[in-house]
Every structure is written in structure tokens, then in C-alpha cells.
């Protein structure tokens, strides 16, 4: 491994980092007390009819905060399977009616919404918060077997200490507020995927693209014109620095908004330079077809979902590929639906630690 280089290998095992810290046994421990203080509660006031029990919330929400969805759900259902018991077992008859049981079931699965919902809240509060200190750490990355994310905040960027072989393909990224170089588990899987599938001279389009490292690859291993879009008002900056960096200008092009920017790549925004509309021509030219053969989604689950759903494939040729990821682990059932729905087939799968990177296929 060349100095200064951090490798990526095809299959990472991603175990915990700042924004996603792998679950204690002191929070399992603390978790199960709390489960045992509601459960004593409810026994407490068994002959009460408590219809809400809103002290077994406590435990559940707790426990998305601080260990994430999973053992919340777990601790639900077994605060659940309790509180349903409880009255019906160790309660004097008469046996509790329907307002109860209806009162009790309601209250756990809100429970539970509310559990999934802080869950994910916690995760992008910490991302954010910690992004200053991620970014501070970070350093060239081997993604694949040519690909090296080079991280860089220096205004020189060749005086950056580290060595490529032959044949390696640097991407400059100077990450933003919002926007990654490289370091994340779903980067890397669709670099290593666009690495793998991208032929010469095809057309890309990168929905999502944040930082634009994407594009850049596209653009660096052969690709004839690239659109990136985003609908982050920061992105453009951070993306057409970007660009500027790697000198990929003329290949690819930024546009704000979501993916229907991508069929009407001909339209100029008012406020672009004379130098961004040569562009614009050049990429309007080489997407005559309003058709991408290769597309890429780094996004959220629903946002694909969503946009599969409002028509995404329009953008893509018929047998085009897609690379998406952004993807949880435990999220594969609604993405697969959703591919399977839109008549899409999943040629390969990826796995680094919670994360999916999946390679699709659109119909001919």
C-alpha cells in the first residue's frame, strides 16, 4: 500500500464509526432495567385499566436514541407482548374490554413510529454535527483498483504527501458542509460498481450527486457526458469547485433540482455564466435523447422509492444500468419491492457494514 493511502477493499466490514456507534452492553443493561421499571409499573396498577401506559415509551424511545432502530423495535414488541398480558394474567376479573386492548395497541405502535422516526432524526443530527471533525481526519482513500479519493482543503492541492502507481485515477474533492469525499461505506460501493460497469462513451446521470465525486469518476473513466443534479442550494458550489479541481468541465455539467432536470437538459437557468452555457450546448448535444445509459442514485431509500415511482426510468435507456445505494441493510425488502415493481433486476449486490450498493438492470 502506497504511503498515505488508505485502502478500500471490495468488501469492508464496517462495524461502528461516530455517526453510527456499535450499541454498548451498559445501554443493554440500562435498556433492560427500564423494560423491568415499566413492567413493575404496569403491575402496580393492574386493577386500574390503564388503556395507555405511557411509561413503557421510555424505554423504547431510549433505546432508538441511543442504540439505534433494531433494539428498539425489539424492546417494543417485548414491552408489548408484557403490557398486553399483563392485565388479562394478573388482573381481577371482570376481563378488560375492547377499549383496553385498542388503548394498549395503539400506544406501542406510536411507540414504535415515533422509535424509528428519532432513530433516524439522531443518525443525521450526529452526521452533521460531527462533519467538521470527519472531515478533519480524512485522507486518500484506494476505492477499487484505480480510484483514489484524494480529500483536500489545502489551496495547493499538490503539495499533498502521497504517492499513485501507473494507471491510478485521482479524484480531487474538496468535501463540503454536506458532502462527502469518498469515506462513506455507499461511496465507496458505487465507485468500486461505476468502476466495474461504466463502458467508454456512455452517458451518465448522477441524481444526487452532493460533492459531484461520482460525476467525476464517470467522467475520469470514459464517460461522454455526465449531469449531475441535486437539490441542495450548497451543492453547486461544493460540486463545481469540484469540477474545477479535476478539470472535468466539459464533461460534466451540474444542474439544481431532482432527476427530471435530466429530461430537459437544454434549458439554461438565468443566472448561468456564458462559460456554463457552452457547456450546457455541449451536453445537450451529446444527450439528444433525454437518456442516460448508466444511472446513479446515492440517495435515500425513499427518495428512490419515490422517484421510481414518479417515472425515474425515463431518464434511462431501455436495458440501461442503475448503481444505487444509500441504502440500510434492513431496508432491502421496500427497495426490492419498489425495483420489482418498476420491472428491474438486481444483477449484483454489495454489502459494507449497514449499507447496500446495488447494481440494476432496466428493461429492454
Request: hydrophobic residues 50%; contains cysteine.
Amino acid at each position: 500500500m502506497e504511503q498515505g493511502l488508505s485502502s478500500a477493499p471490495d468488501e469492508v466490514p464496517v462495524t461502528s464509526s461516530p455517526i453510527n456507534p456499535t450499541p454498548s452492553r451498559a445501554w443493554a443493561a440500562v435498556a433492560i432495567v427500564l423494560i423491568a421499571l415499566a413492567a413493575a409499573i404496569d403491575w402496580l396498577l393492574v386493577d386500574k385499566g390503564v388503556a395507555f401506559p405511557v411509561y413503557y415509551l421510555v424505554p423504547v424511545i431510549g433505546l432508538s436514541w441511543f442504540m439505534g432502530w433494531r433494539p428498539a423495535l425489539a424492546a417494543g414488541l417485548l414491552c408489548a407482548a408484557v403490557g398486553l398480558l399483563m392485565e388479562p394474567v394478573f388482573g381481577r376479573p371482570p376481563a378488560p374490554g375492547l377499549t383496553f386492548y385498542l388503548g394498549r395497541i395503539s400506544t406501542f405502535a406510536g411507540a414504535l413510529i415515533l422509535a424509528r422516526v428519532l432513530s433516524i432524526v439522531r443518525m443525521m443530527i450526529r452526521y452533521y454535527s460531527l462533519g467538521e471533525y470527519l472531515r478533519s481526519r480524512l485522507v486518500p482513500i484506494r476505492i477499487g483498483p484505480r480510484l483514489v479519493s484524494i480529500p483536500t482543503r489545502e489551496a495547493d492541492i499538490q503539495t499533498r504527501d502521497f504517492e499513485l502507481k501507473p494507471g491510478d485515477i485521482p479524484l480531487l474533492i474538496r468535501p463540503g458542509s454536506a458532502f462527502g469525499s469518498g469515506s462513506h461505506p455507499t461511496t465507496q460501493m458505487c465507485l468500486m460498481l461505476l468502476e466495474a460497469h461504466l463502458e467508454p462513451g456512455q452517458v451518465v446521470f448522477d441524481f444526487g450527486s452532493g460533492s459531484g465525486i461520482l460525476s467525476i469518476a464517470a467522467a475520469k473513466l470514459g464517460a461522454r457526458a455526465v449531469l449531475a443534479a441535486d437539490i441542495a442550494a450548497e451543492a453547486e458550489e461544493t460540486i463545481r469547485e469540484n469540477i474545477g479541481l479535476n478539470q472535468v468541465g466539459e464533461i460534466v455539467h451540474f444542474r439544481r433540482g431532482s432527476w427530471p432536470v435530466f429530461l430537459d437538459p437544454a434549458t439554461s437557468e438565468a443566472a448561468e455564466s456564458h462559460h456554463d452555457r457552452g457547456q450546457q450546448d455541449h451536453l445537450a448535444s451529446s444527450l439528444a435523447r433525454a437518456q442516460a445509459d448508466l444511472l446513479l442514485a446515492n440517495i435515500l431509500t425513499y427518495i428512490i422509492i419515490e422517484a421510481l415511482e414518479e417515472g425515474l426510468l425515463r431518464c434511462v435507456v431501455p436495458g440501461g444500468k442503475l448503481i444505487l445505494s444509500g441504502i440500510r441493510t434492513d431496508q432491502w425488502d421496500p427497495i426490492r419491492a419498489a425495483l420489482e415493481k418498476a420491472e428491474l433486476s438486481v444483477i449484483g449486490r454489495r454489502e459494507m457494514g449497514e449499507w447496500l450498493g446495488l447494481d440494476v438492470s432496466s428493461p429492454a
